[in-house]
C-alpha cells in the first residue's frame, strides 16, 4: 500500500505565504508525476501544479509566478510553495501522485487534504 500525508496548510493573511509537503510512503518503487490540486466550497476539484520525475513543471495559470512546485526524488516528498496568496487560493490542497509500486504495478494515489484559509 501506498499513503500521501500533506501538511503545512493553515490561516494566513492575504499576501502571505504557506508552504505545503505531501510525503510518500509504502511500497514505492518509483515515484512518476506528482500534483496539487485544491478544491474551494462550492467548486470543482482543479489541478493547482505539476511536476514530473525530470523536474518539468505545470501550472494553472491562477497561480503563475506566485507558486512554485518542488520535489525531492530522495526524499519522496513534493512541496509547493505558495506566495502573494489571495483569499480566492482558500481550498484544500490535495496531493496526488503516480507510483510504479514493487509488484510493477503503476497506480494514481491521492491525500486526505490539507486546508488553506487565506483571509482579506
Known amino acids: 500500500q501506498v499513503q500521501l500525508v500533506e501538511s503545512g496548510g493553515g490561516l494566513v493573511q492575504a499576501g502571505g505565504s504557506l508552504r505545503l509537503s505531501c510525503a510518500a510512503s509504502g511500497s514505492i518503487l518509483s515515484i512518476n508525476v506528482m500534483a496539487w490540486y485544491r478544491q474551494a466550497p462550492g467548486k470543482q476539484r482543479e489541478l493547482v501544479a505539476a511536476i514530473g520525475n525530470s523536474g518539468s513543471t505545470n501550472y494553472a495559470d491562477s497561480v503563475k509566478g506566485r507558486f512554485t512546485i518542488s520535489r525531492d526524488n530522495a526524499k519522496n516528498t513534493m512541496y509547493l510553495q505558495m506566495n502573494s496568496l489571495k483569499p480566492a487560493d482558500t481550498a484544500v490542497y490535495y496531493c496526488?501522485?503516480?507510483?510504479?509500486?514493487?509488484?510493477?504495478?503503476?497506480?494514481?494515489?491521492w491525500g486526505k487534504g490539507t486546508l488553506v484559509t487565506v483571509s482579506s
Open positions: 496526488t501522485t503516480n507510483v510504479t509500486r514493487l509488484s510493477g504495478r503503476r497506480m494514481d494515489y
